[in-house]
């Protein structure tokens, strides 16, 4: 594409395509946009007009003598620089802040409740992520004899994370001396984290300190960017957008959510280094994700940083209400960043 940059009155025209395709999914042509808008300029140079915006990448046409619809750059550019960032309605704000009131202090039914939301408001599908602490922290260990010098080694971590992992000793130890070693454990370091560099405790023996080491590294590891249940809702919106008629289209879109290593790896490259309520826009999986060629996704961090966060957004055509979508986004991961603060300010 093309870096020249767009004319004001290019930059109206793109912006009204894009409105007007988002509307009904139809080609935009020049008389169209003239009457609608009472522009005071002539069919043929709005046609101009359209036909520059198509040479530099931001609209197509999608056959012979039909109008124009933006491309994933088009899409872009509006989303980046033309397109007004709403507020919700008030009436809305309070709509949606009195149900998760009525939720109450339960964590599963937020989730749920937000999913619900987003969908509805949005008009497309969504998924939420549980919170998940930042910080790994120990919460019970246990080590248990096999056979000769084999040893199970089973860790679990406070955000329901399980390690396995079979290790080999210098030399066999009892059944009675893992147990020891494990309840030391056990009661020294509940709910505490390991750094990478943290000391290891002379006072430990030769085993001790080798579990130590184990532990430390993880829980030391960078927390992963999914964790816990995914909450989604509102797939039938998706499914009932022309773009997805084909099921083709709609199983690769389905595949977003469906197939866990996808997700997290979409949140990692994209999410990692968020701030809480900061919004990203993906619109046509940017050139890495194949499986989004045909979606644009929202999503934005919510929770307490340093704490617990977990991520929330919604996923529709191309052809989405940026505004609207960004704007219920934003609102709801809002809403739930006070409630996790509050409930994790409460326990702690």
Known sequence: ?????????????????????????????????????????????????????????????????AGRVPTEEGYRYFVGQLMKRPSLPNSVKHTISHQFYQAGQDVDEWMRLAASVLAHQSRAASLVTAPAAQQARFKHLELIATTGRQVLMVLVLENGKVIQQMLAL???????????????????????????????????????????????????????????????????????????????????????????????NLLSQTMTNSEVGGVQVLIGGEGQWEELSDCSLVLARYGATDLATGFLGVIGPLRMSYGNAISTVHFVAGLLSELVTDRLTMEN
């Open 1 to 65: 594409m093309s870096n020249q940059s767009l004319s004001e009155r290019q930059k109206l025209i793109l912006g009204l395509v894009v409105q007007e395709y988002v509307a009904d999914a139809q080609p935009v042509g020049s008389k169209r946009l003239v009457e609608n808008y009472g522009l005071d300029i002539s069919s043929a140079t709005v046609r101009n007009e359209l036909a520059a915006l198509a040479e530099n990448g931001y609209l197509r046409q999608p056959y012979t003598s």
């Open 170 to 264: 210098k030399e066999p130890v009892s059944q009675a001396q893992l147990s020891a070693t494990a309840s030391k454990f056990n009661q020294a370091y509940l709910g505490k984290d390991l750094q990478a560099d943290e000391v290891i405790p002379n006072e430990l023996e030769d085993l001790g300190q080798d579990i130590f080491r184990l532990v430390r590294e993880e829980l030391s590891r960078p927390a992963t960017a999914l964790s816990g249940e995914v909450y989604h809702d509102g797939w039938s919106n998706v499914l009932a957008e022309p773009e997805f008629a084909e099921p083709q289209s709609a199983r690769r879109a389905l595949r977003v959510l469906e197939e866990r290593p996808l997700l997290e």
